[in-house]
């Protein structure tokens, strides 16, 4: 007789990191299996059971949050209460031809396109899934079994039908940040300052605000990353001259900055949103950005110091953001 699941996970995250081990999800399930899947298409309106499926091949859409945080928190939920709403998952093949990227749902490798007919993808649900895969480490642990995992089977006309209704679960009903949903236009879009926008936040860790500064010059609003999302004619332009002077800044504080500890200032808003400043009230955006790159080359010592450690003053009624704009201002006068 099979043990009733365990309320608190006694595990890890290193330890579910090890328990996957670049295992691909399918030889997860089959750990856990009651039943082998007969590799008949799945019935829409119809709540399947993973571990009655064994061998299906289940995939996540990458441009979706994932975080062990979130992971554990609805392990926790549908651990205590089960899973009081299934969830979604599609025709993999759909997913990716409206321009998302397919990864296996355990070891994050892009399904290839020869093989995505395959693999179901799940659509809505991501973070009960991340949950189940903690469970079922922790019941592999524990020589337990992991909660059930439940979903219903959607098969959407269209690749555009499919985004749309994607976005709309994913975006709209939920709290979810334009970063979030701009994540997706990204993998979308072949606009080259969206492309750079996630780049900075990708590779240099950049803060999404900090991003929009240096990327476009401004933050985009729900209804333009809305726009980006679905490939619409009327998605916002941005000047070339504007981009490539925030670029050229950027990359001046990034190399300025590199020291350890001093990063936080090309990552973060306030020189950001500075140099967003500058160069957008510039007649001549170009010879801006070149004049704010020397003097961020040249930059007195004490300035930089001042910049690297600035602090909000309550008794002076003055933000961290004002001490470090007023020093690059400083900077600029000199």
Request: charged share 30%; net charge neutral.
């Amino acid at each position: 007789m099979r043990k009733e699941v365990k309320n608190v996970l006694d595990i890890t995250e290193n330890e579910v990191h090890e328990f996957i081990n670049n295992r691909p999800f399918e030889e997860i399930v089959s750990i856990f299996a009651e039943e082998k899947w007969n590799e008949r298409p799945l019935e829409e309106d119809v709540v399947h059971h993973l571990t009655k499926l064994q061998g299906l091949r289940l995939a996540t859409i990458r441009e979706n949050r994932q975080s062990f945080k979130r992971s554990m928190k609805m392990c926790k939920a549908c651990t205590d209460n089960g899973m009081t709403t299934p969830a979604v998952v599609v025709p993999a093949r759909t997913v990716s031809d409206w321009g998302l990227t397919v990864t296996d749902a355990s070891t994050g490798e892009v399904i290839q396109k020869e093989d995505l007919d395959k693999y179901y993808c799940i659509m809505e649900g991501h973070g009960r899934l991340g949950g189940w895969l903690l469970s079922a480490a922790n019941a592999n642990k524990h020589e337990d079994v992991p909660f059930d995992f439940i979903f219903v089977f959607r098969n959407y006309a269209t690749p555009d039908e499919f985004g749309r209704a994607y976005v709309s679960t994913n975006a709209d009903m939920t709290r979810t940040s334009s970063k979030d949903r701009l994540r997706i236009a990204g993998a979308r879009s072949d606009n080259p300052q969206v492309k750079s926008y996630f780049d900075k936040i990708k590779n240099d860790r950049v803060i999404s605000k900090a991003s929009y500064f240096w990327s476009l010059g401004r933050e985009l609003t729900k209804d333009e990353v809305s726009k980006f999302i679905y490939g619409e004619d009327d998605a916002p332009q941005f000047d070339t001259t504007l981009t490539e002077a925030l670029t050229t800044c950027y990359n001046s504080f990034k190399i300025r900055f590199n020291a350890e500890g001093a990063e936080k200032i090309y990552r973060g808003v306030p020189a950001a949103q500075w140099c967003a400043t500058q160069v957008n009230e510039a007649e001549n955006k170009t010879q801006v950005a070149k004049q704010i790159c020397e003097k961020v080359e040249k930059m007195d010592n004490d300035i930089y110091t001042a910049i690297i450690t600035a602090k909000s003053n309550s008794k002076k009624h003055i933000t961290r953001d004002q001490v470090i704009k007023n020093e690059l201002d400083k900077m600029m006068s000199m």
